[in-house]
């Protein structure tokens, strides 16, 4: 099974360009993953 893996860092920002391109080279398992680092605690 080949798995695949898609981010992006504002949550606006849209997967499916991502996710179409992982599914056209036979991903079968695709994680998403939204980040935004605005809003995060920093030292």
Known sequence: MLI???RVIKF???LDL???A???IG?????VD????VKS???
């Open 22 to 24: 992982l599914k056209n």
């Open 12 to 14: 606006e920002q849209n």
């Open 18 to 20: 991502q996710t179409d």
């Open 4 to 6: 695949g893996y898609a």
């Open 41 to 43: 605690e920093k030292p």
């Open 27 to 31: 991903i079968e398992k695709i994680y």
């Open 34 to 37: 939204k980040v935004s680092g």
